[in-house]
């Protein structure tokens, strides 16, 4: 019998289990939208980690604050208030004025306002939508004297921070958008995005750290109108009470629709918008990802899994910080994600694999304790122990059991004339027929050489084991076709039967050797049953322990 090998049996599809349970797993929570929260803890983390640069100069802000309304009284005020801010910043020469405040009622104050914002020629207001959908528009006189019209709808993400804005909806520019457009009108060249696609929001600045003067400052001239020239003023509600706006950078609730503006045409004006992938690459990623990542993981040991993990978690969180620093945006939960169930996977497959091989050798180490290497069969250690159980059997049960040594005659001369390995192949045959010719729960060994053993239990007559002797020899009657040539097989048997005086495999194994030789001096090819009459018969000196 040829040794078995002890490397670890793999089903197919095996090693692959990893890459699809941990791509399936990944994808369904990636439908879901099961990584947006770590996304979005990821995008407020980079956002803080890196250099913040400075606002752009050509951004104002002139805010409507606290002390501006404890000292021009109760807001929203009268419209005639912000005829003198606009002819001021006239006078100062902003370029684009952009007042972030709804005024879709009329009022007393609005023909002379209209007279102030068509003089000035460069004034963008704000639209908006209401609860029941309706527009919500600057009133007539007003909307034509503006230069332009923005909407201020703020799409929040679950956390309250708004990532995406649309530049445009329903064919109305977003107040960015709007101020954007103006500004290229009156004086500048700034390349225009594309006007259909969401935009990501880069906030690279602390809406705090913008370059911010209060309302009433400006109007008491408090502030000079130098800071004015050439600028584009955004003017809005800052002041408590008014509806705060979170940020990535301290959610300290401190920032108000006038920063989110602020913010967008910042991105704007400077051409770094976060860029983000689109959908399909994220699938895409997926899928190509998780096979080179299950592929390295396979390949590598535990230790080096490990390793590798940590390197590709690592690597990928440095990859995607670096990408953020210059506006693009990776996603960073789901690729991790998929890099530790993997991995993790991976870890634990080659755990169950290992076990499984140490189970293996194990195996194969125990049952080549008991088997004989070149037939398989039993060898003397296991015999023994079979023995053993059928005298304890036959001792407190009064079992029947026969022992039948067996040795093949002419075997010498058949391996010095042909070869050792024809001598092993006809050894192979005469067990396979061993085997053919005895029931199922017998025992066949082999002791050494070419004499074997056939332990016959729990039999209900003596004839039983006698008319398996005569199934033995007449299986042997065939020639074996080997070496191109017709050998004849030849056995002599020598049979023992179970007795009170047996009480080791030894001295049952004693006598049917004794047996044996009687059958070999009676002309061989026979069997012979032990009885007390042989016990002078010479023998061979042999050693049964």
């Not at 005086?501 to 049917?512: N, R």
Request: glycine share 6%; aromatic share 8%.
């Amino acid at each position: 019998m040829i040794l078995s090998s002890t490397k670890p049996i793999v089903p197919i599809g095996w090693k692959y289990i990893p890459w699809a349970i941990s791509t399936a797993m990944v994808a369904i929570l990636f439908k879901l939208g099961a990584f947006q929260p770590l996304e979005y803890f990821a995008y407020n983390r980079f956002t803080n980690l890196r250099s913040n640069r400075h606002w752009d100069e050509r951004l104002v802000i002139i805010a409507i604050d606290d002390v501006s309304i404890e000292k021009l009284g109760r807001f929203p005020w009268s419209r005639d208030r912000y005829i003198p801010i606009i002819q001021k910043l006239t006078k100062a020469g902003a370029s684009t004025i952009t007042i972030n405040l709804l005024w879709s009622e009329s009022s007393p104050a609005d023909t002379q306002l209209a007279k102030a914002i068509t003089a000035n020629q460069r004034v963008v207001l704000a639209q908006a939508w209401g609860a029941n959908g309706k527009q919500l528009q600057p009133v007539s006189i007003l909307a034509e004297s503006a230069i332009g019209i923005g909407q201020i709808v703020e799409t929040k993400d679950s956390d309250g921070i708004v990532r995406q804005t649309h530049l445009y909806m329903e064919d109305t520019p977003s107040l960015a958008m709007a101020t954007l457009q103006a500004y290229n009108l009156v004086q500048g060249t700034v390349p225009m995005p594309e006007p259909n696609l969401p935009y990501g929001i880069n906030w690279s600045h602390r809406p705090q750290k913008m370059r911010q003067y209060s309302f009433v400052d400006v109007l008491e001239d408090r502030i000079s109108q130098q800071n004015f020239q050439n600028k584009i003023v955004l003017i809005g509600l800052t002041a408590t009470g008014s509806e705060p706006l979170i940020t990535p950078f301290d959610q300290a609730q401190s920032t108000y629709g006038v920063h989110l503006h602020a913010t967008i045409l910042q991105n704007l004006l400077q051409q770094n918008a976060l860029r983000v992938l689109p959908e399909h690459w994220n699938w895409g990623l997926i899928l190509l990802g998780g096979t080179v990542i299950a592929w390295v993981m396979r390949s590598s040991k535990t230790l080096q899994q490990f390793a590798v993990l940590l390197i590709l978690i690592g690597g990928w969180g440095i990859c995607a910080f670096v990408s953020f620093s210059y506006g693009y945006w990776i996603p960073i939960a789901m690729p991790i994600t998929l890099i530790m169930t993997i991995g993790v996977s991976s870890i634990i497959q080659r755990q169950i694999e290992t076990k499984q091989h140490l189970q293996q050798i194990n195996s194969k180490l125990a049952y080549d304790a008991f088997h004989d290497n070149l037939t398989g069969l039993a060898n003397r250690n296991l015999l023994n122990d079979r023995i053993e159980h059928a005298i304890s059997l036959y001792q407190r049960h009064g079992y029947l059991f026969a022992l039948i040594l067996l040795d093949m005659d002419g075997f010498k001369a058949i391996n010095d004339n042909l070869g050792h390995l024809i001598g092993d192949r006809l050894l192979i045959e005469v067990s396979q027929r061993l085997c053919a010719s005895v029931r199922m729960g017998d025992t066949v060994a082999r002791l050494g050489g070419d004499e074997f053993v056939i332990l016959l239990e729990n039999l209900k007559e003596r004839q039983d084991a006698i008319i398996t002797a005569e199934r033995i020899q007449a299986s042997m009657e065939p020639t074996c076709r080997l070496a191109e040539q017709d050998i004849k097989i030849s056995i002599s048997m020598g049979m023992a039967f179970s007795v009170e005086s047996y009480h080791s495999p030894k001295e049952i194994l004693v006598d049917a050797d004794i047996a044996m030789y009687r059958a070999k001096s009676m002309g061989k090819s026979c069997y012979q049953i032990f009885d007390l009459s042989m016990q002078g018969d010479p023998k061979k000196s042999r050693d049964f322990r």
